[in-house]
């Protein structure tokens, strides 16, 4: 019972929150309807909470609504939230005969089905609410905000047994710092009523859950979701209890693949499941009670500028002296600035209301404030090495928590019926450290390290002394800061008082996986679904393409070896009769050389990193040591490179390998040195951290002309030394015509079309890169990538050696550089896709952001054409070495 009184309790309080919060937005708190939403609660705390008169409640799970509806009143008016699948429409409407309402149709489908439902029942039409997904979020369901129109007219206009009631979001996780989602909502029911000639009231709005009711109802909400706050963390539903999902076709798909790669090797099961070991990057360090903690900050991140800041750049709080922590290559060109910070505390030891310090604004200070909320700026922190991070909870699954990077420093607010924006700070933070225990020596290992950030506009009774006591918060009066309190808003000569409070949380994690948890894949069955769809696809065309070859080929050689005259040997047609040219030097074979032996650079440090990677060496707990390890193994590559080619260039019967040497040890690393050097230059004109340091810069360099040039020689001296590889035919002094070509054989089509099925192998797994690089979030799912890295490499082979074949037939020669450039025009797709993300994906504001954005990816599909086109050209230099080889020239 005291559960139930608990919930009961809390009830109340959410109705005094909501009072409050509708007072703030001027609207009246009986327009306001409260769902409590009760999923995976049993039935005997929902009607503690009906007996205290409350009669809305909410449920998410269709088969446990049909389980608790009947042991319920019947006066209770019941909603359905989230999506809904359309088999199960029919069941929920005739087991629920008091549904009043389904919030979450969010396509035709379900909707007509809902409609069929209701009237083969007999019951009079269904109020409905449109969802939409106003995060763009993949994971989350509801229509796009452009299709919703087209949506409500359906259910208007074609859905006679339905009644349209209003929109329903599902805002992102961290609810309180990201009201652009509530604020999409309230301009599609504008664009609805506009387009309906419908008054707005008559369009509800649901949107706001625990974390952000408040906030929603300040923005128009006239419905809130509110589960947890009043009754307590939600366990399991009875499906994820026995881990049955009938509806799904995801499970059956990850079994087939564990199956599948199990065949493969055990090892790449490991590592695809990401159970492989990983070294944590540092020791772990033993802590007892009373142990000096020290939170060390890290850089201001945004997802809007791409421009990291150091914590300082802004007027927080700051220690007696600000310590810079040493930091390697990688941290550096990442942006990342740890110093030390005033937030300290002692390890198990509970802190409540600690003041760090109080600040007075200025213009200059307030203006600082708003710009770093408007661009949605992260204040990141560490400690014990962990990043401090928010949890979130994922509305839709019962999956795990979710963690994202560090805390917002604001938030922007637009009361809902005016267009004055109040910006607020976060000023009150509640770090919730956990913690492993060692029973037997009582010491305890820090594994979590989260914060909740509230805007809390303190008080206090005189003159503010260093001995002044807070009326909204004090240790003594155990009076903790909620949510319900006034937030501190940011304007000229406002008082700001910093606070935060220290939780110590025993887990059963130990410190060996603590870092499973922050690098939890948010969409796994978007993803899991979208790589064995890929590997299918692209292992069965291989197949194919592969069986063609060997058949067509294996006939064509017969056939040739057979022929016994001279006559008849002269009146076929085809890839024999090029013998005499097919290894004819190409034009710019220098240059060939050249890109050829930075591709062999490339693919050495591709390797080794992944292979580095998948084992976790890589793990992101060291922070910056992926960079780091691709900028020193392209270093160390480079004496394969040279060799590659020299080794090439002699085979040309080239002489100079010297300048060889040079343009392969200068060609690339110029060009990307030069973009960068420019990028760097309007990073630093933003007066960001991002900006590289002179001193990096010419470690940079050093490593450049001090280890990569030398290197590059030793490969071209050994290389050129090595005997020029023979060709199996002799080649003709005079070239032979080409034959007229028909359009698709020619090469700009062939070579278009050769790079779609490379980057196809490759282009889901970039989704999720990008989404890590640019969007601030872990990737260390290396086992996957190191399968469609595999993919890869047998795609551009396979498609570089068909066409070639099919150019060869056509008694074209001129196979060099097209082989080079067929794999490698799937760099031109790959850029095309990095120009479809920014303008979908991203929210980048900044003229200066973009042009970054679009630097750093030119490079990266410059480097991609590099490799790919590389392996091709391999790929083809050995097949023609092959099917030459094999037939009897005279």
């Not at 799970?61 to 319920?72: C, D, G, R, T």
């Not at 929109?167 to 961290?174: A, E, F, H, S």
């Not at 600690?354 to 600082?368: A, F, I, P, S």
């Not at 060869?808 to 794999?823: Q, V």
Request: proline share 4%; hydrophobic share 45%; glycine share 6%.
């Amino acid at each position: 019972m005291a559960v139930e009184a608990a919930a009961v309790t809390a009830l109340r309080s959410v109705f005094h929150r909501v009072r409050q919060a509708a007072e703030r937005s001027r609207r009246h708190a009986d327009d306001v309807r409260v769902i409590a939403v009760s999923k995976t609660k049993p039935v005997s705390l929902i009607r503690q909470v009906y007996d205290c008169g409350h009669r809305c409640f909410g449920e998410n799970y269709v088969q446990e609504f049909i389980e608790k509806a009947p042991q319920l009143p019947r006066d209770i008016d019941w909603h359905f939230i989230g999506h809904l699948q359309s088999n199960k429409a029919k069941s929920l409407i005739a087991a629920v005969p008091n549904l009043s309402m389904v919030q979450g149709v969010d396509n035709e489908k379900i909707a007509n089905h809902l409609d069929r439902a209701v009237s083969s029942i007999g019951r009079k039409p269904l109020p409905v609410m449109v969802q939409v997904n106003t995060s763009g979020e993949i994971s989350k369901s509801g229509i796009e905000p452009s299709s919703c129109i087209e949506l409500v007219k359906h259910v208007k206009f074609s859905c006679p047994n339905l009644v349209f009631s209003g929109l329903m979001t599902i805002g992102m996780p961290d609810y309180t710092s990201t009201p652009e989602n509530f604020t999409t909502l309230s301009r599609c029911r504008a664009d609805i009523c506009k387009e309906l000639g419908m008054p707005e009231n008559q369009c509800e709005l649901s949107m706001g859950m625990s974390g952000d009711f408040e906030l929603a109802i300040e923005m128009g909400s006239t419905n809130v979701r509110i589960g947890s706050t009043i009754f307590g963390p939600r366990g399991l539903s009875k499906e994820t209890a026995t881990a049955v999902n009938l509806n799904s076709f995801i499970s059956p798909l990850r079994d087939m693949a564990d199956r599948f790669h199990l065949q493969i090797c055990v090892f790449l099961l490991l590592s695809i499941h990401g159970y492989s070991f990983y070294l944590p990057g540092v020791a772990p360090q033993d802590f007892i009670k009373g142990d000096n903690l020290r939170v060390k900050v890290n850089k201001l991140a945004s997802t809007k500028t791409q421009l990291p800041y150091s914590y300082y750049s802004i007027p927080y709080c700051r220690p007696d002296k600000i310590v810079d922590s040493a930091e390697n290559l990688g941290e550096v060109l990442r942006g990342d600035r740890i110093e030390n910070s005033p937030y300290e505390f002692q390890m198990l030891v509970p802190q409540m209301c600690n003041v760090v310090c109080r600040l007075v604004l200025n213009e200059k200070t307030t203006k600082e404030f708003k710009e770093k909320i408007d661009d949605e700026y992260r204040v990141n922190m560490i400690l014990d090495n962990l990043p401090l991070v928010v949890p979130m909870s994922r509305f839709e699954k019962e999956s795990p928590v979710i963690y994202q990077h560090g805390y917002f420093v604001g938030r922007k607010v637009q009361y809902a019926g005016t267009k004055e924006e109040k910006y607020f700070i976060n000023n009150h933070l509640i770090f919730t450290v956990k913690y492993h225990k060692d029973s037997q020596t009582g010491s305890a290992r820090i594994v979590g390290f989260e914060v909740n950030a509230f805007s809390v506009k303190h008080q206090y009774d005189g003159d503010w002394t260093d001995k002044t006591r807070l009326t909204t918060c004090d240790a003594h009066a155990k009076r903790m800061v909620t949510s319900s309190d006034p937030p501190q808003e940011v304007e000229n000569k406002k008082e700001i008082i910093f606070t935060y409070d220290v939780v110590f949380q025993e887990s059963d994690i130990k410190w060996a996986s603590r870092w499973d948890s922050y690098l939890l894949m948010a969409d796994d069955q978007v993803h899991w679904f979208s790589i064995v769809n890929s590997l299918m696809i692209v292992l069965f065309l291989s197949g194919m393409v592969a069986m063609i070859m060997l058949r067509t080929l294996y006939r064509d050689i017969s056939k040739y070896n057979q022929l016994e005259t001279q006559e008849e040997a002269q009146e076929e047609t085809g890839w024999k009769l090029v013998h005499g040219d097919v290894f004819r030097p190409p034009v710019n074979s220098d240059l060939l050389c050249v890109y050829v032996g930075t591709g062999v650079q490339f693919f050495g440090m591709i390797l080794i990193a992944m292979i580095f990677a998948v084992l976790g060496f890589l793990s992101p707990s060291n922070r910056g040591g992926l960079m780091t390890a691709l900028l020193l193994l392209w270093v160390l590559m480079g004496i394969f490179g040279g060799y590659a080619s020299a080794r090439l260039y002699k085979t040309f019967k080239g002489t100079e390998w010297k300048s060889i040497t040079l343009k392969t040890a200068f060609m690339f690393p110029g060009i990307a040195f030069s973009v960068f050097f420019v990028l760097n230059g309007l990073i630093w004109g933003e007066k960001s951290s991002g900006a590289v340091p002179f001193g990096t810069m010419f470690a940079l360099v050093f490593l450049w002309f001090g280890i990569s040039l030398p290197l590059v020689f030793v490969g071209s001296y050994i290389g050129f030394k090595k005997p020029a590889i023979e060709d199996p035919v002799k080649t003709n002094k005079i070239p032979r015509q080409i034959p007229e070509q028909p359009w698709y054989m020619s090469s700009a089509f062939s070579i278009l079309i050769g790079g779609i099925l490379p980057f196809g192998a490759v282009f889901i797994e970039l989704f999720f890169i990008l989404t890590s690089i640019w969007l601030q979030q872990f990737y260390y799912i290396f086992g996957f990538l190191f399968i469609v890295f595999v993919i890869l490499i047998v795609t551009c082979a396979e498609i570089t050696i068909v066409l070639c074949y099919f150019q060869l037939c056509s008694e074209d020669y001129l196979w060099w550089w097209r082989a080079y450039l067929t794999s490698g025009s799937s760099a031109l797709y790959l850029f095309l896709y990095t120009v479809f993300y920014f303008f979908t994906k991203l929210n980048i504001t900044k003229p200066v952001s973009g042009i970054l954005y679009f630097g750093y990816m030119l490079i990266a599909s410059y480097a991609f054409f590099v490799l790919t086109g590389t392996i091709g050209f391999y790929a083809c230099f050995w097949f023609t070495r092959l099917i030459y080889s094999s037939v009897k020239i005279d």
